[in-house]
């Protein structure tokens, strides 16, 4: 994938300021727009994300407390390592994004997801045009079992959503994903919003107003992701780990 990124025209929508706006008091920005790639890529490049569920306008956050980690935070347990060892998996980059962000909406079918298939077309455009990525976990009769998908803008990777289908298997595509941002100079994993899971990988709570200042630097950089080696070298390591 290229590091030259395609030059979007610039969107038809002007976002409030996430910085002064919060229509209830819990990130809520606004209702409307549409999920075009430059529109997309401008709320994100804002601090600002969709979120909303089937039949309802698309409605567009910026939570008060962001939840958010260093690539280097994670460190994997023996019991992570011994499961991808003995279960001989494999890690990929890019190599099944829709599948990826299919999976993590079926995940989410019991609790009503926010992935609909408006959003799964949105990302896929954006994963298409290299903005979107994901990265997988396989078993070894090559199975996809885990993953993560989300946007890289700068020097900031936007966590979407991730799945399993085997115990272990979306901590691990976590573990890869870290490695890739740590060792390529992604310096802020951006989580959205605070749960249980994301405590538990090693999230920290900031305040929005930190969390936008981070970004309004870290979003002007950038970091190559164009060498499939650089992933490949690193999903070998993890599975030898």
Excluded at 214 to 237: G, K
Aim: glycine share 6%; with cysteine; net charge negative.
């Amino acid at each position: 994938m290229s590091l030259s990124l395609p030059v979007l025209n610039a969107s038809e929508f002007v976002f409030p300021d996430p910085a002064t706006t919060d229509l209830t008091g819990d990130g809520l920005i606004g209702f409307g727009a549409d999920l075009a790639p430059a529109t997309l890529i401008q709320a994100y490049q804002s601090g600002i994300f969709p979120w909303f569920n089937e039949d309802e306008p698309i409605a567009w956050w910026s939570p008060p407390i962001r939840a958010v980690f260093k690539p280097d935070i994670f460190k994997a347990s023996r019991t992570l390592k011994r499961s991808a060892r003995r279960g001989n998996w494999r890690f990929g980059f890019n190599q099944n994004f829709e599948s990826v962000i299919r999976q993590c909406a079926d995940t989410r079918f019991y609790t009503g997801t926010w992935i609909t298939e408006q959003m799964i077309e949105a990302y896929a455009e954006l994963h298409r045009l290299g903005f979107a990525h994901s990265f997988e976990v396989y078993d070894s009769e090559d199975v996809l079992i885990g993953g993560i998908y989300g946007l890289k803008i700068g020097k900031v990777f936007c966590g979407e959503s991730m799945f399993h289908h085997v115990t272990d298997a979306s901590k691990a595509s976590f573990w890869f994903m870290s490695e890739c941002c740590q060792h390529t100079g992604i310096e802020l994993i951006d989580a959205q919003l605070e749960n249980p899971h994301l405590m538990s990988l090693g999230a920290t709570l900031i305040p929005k107003a930190d969390f936008l200042q981070q970004l309004s630097v870290l979003r002007t950089q950038s970091v190559d992701w164009s060498s499939p080696r650089t992933f490949d070298q690193i999903a070998r390591l993890l599975s030898a780990n």
